[in-house]
Structures are given as structure tokens and as C-alpha cells.
């Protein structure tokens, strides 16, 4: 069983900054590929970003490249989301997620192939 816990989210005007954590207990976390995801209300759970397992490699939705960076640290066991350039558009609540992965360098967009998720930490961007 993994638990994560997700924290840094807030109200920012646009074009701000934020930085989400999310630190997962329960496994070996250097096992475990992982991926931001969102929700806004009345909208579906949208991908946001993937990191594997070695952490070389990630992955992001269009509306996000150039702004928002996934990084791990395995140290910590907790993975991240810089997010920069802050639209409204972005306000949703954030959820992580992990599977165990076989693969060092595969991430994973679909929340179908995540198996564990963190309750969420909401953004909110102002205009």
C-alpha cells in the first residue's frame, strides 16, 4: 500500500508561481512511476504530468508545456510540480498518483494504470 499526501496549493493571481509536493510512504518510492492529475468542478479528471521511475524521463498535457516541470526527489521520497505562468484556466484541484512500475523510463498518462492517489491540494487562479 502506498499513501501520498499532497501540499503547496493556494490562491495566486495570475501569472504566478506555485510549487505542489507530494510525499509518498509505504513503498520503496524509487519503484513507484508518478503523475499529477486535476480536477475542476463539473469537469472530468484531466492528465497533467508523469515522471518515471529513474526520473529521466517525463511528460506533459499541451496546455501545460513551458510552464509546469515534474521532478522527484527519491532522497525525500516526494515528487513535485513547479508550476509557473499561472492561467485561471489551471484552477483544479491536484491530485498525484503512483503505480509500481517495471520500467525505469516509462511514464504513464492514463488514471486507469495509477493504482494510488493523494486527496488532492487545491489551486486557485485569480484574474
Known amino acids: 500500500q502506498v499513501q501520498l499526501v499532497e501540499s503547496g496549493g493556494g490562491l495566486v493571481q495570475a501569472g504566478g508561481s506555485l510549487r505542489l509536493s507530494c510525499a509518498a510512504s509505504?513503498?520503496?518510492?524509487?519503484?513507484?512511476?508518478m503523475g499529477w492529475f486535476r480536477q475542476a468542478p463539473g469537469k472530468e479528471r484531466e492528465f497533467v504530468a508523469a515522471?518515471?521511475?529513474?526520473?529521466?524521463?517525463?511528460h506533459y498535457t499541451d496546455s501545460v508545456k513551458g510552464r509546469f516541470t515534474i521532478s522527484r526527489d527519491d532522497a525525500k521520497n516526494t515528487v513535485y510540480l513547479q508550476m509557473n505562468g499561472l492561467k485561471p484556466e489551471d484552477t483544479a484541484a491536484y491530485h498525484c498518483?503512483?503505480?509500481?512500475?517495471?520500467?525505469?523510463?516509462?511514464?504513464?498518462?492514463?488514471?486507469?494504470?495509477?493504482?494510488?492517489w493523494g486527496q488532492g491540494t487545491q489551486v486557485t487562479v485569480s484574474s
Open positions: 509505504g513503498r520503496t518510492f524509487s519503484s513507484l512511476a
Open positions: 515522471i518515471s521511475r529513474s526520473g529521466g524521463s517525463t
Open positions: 498518483a503512483a503505480r509500481e512500475s517495471t520500467y525505469r523510463s516509462t511514464w504513464y498518462v492514463s488514471h486507469s494504470l495509477y493504482n494510488y
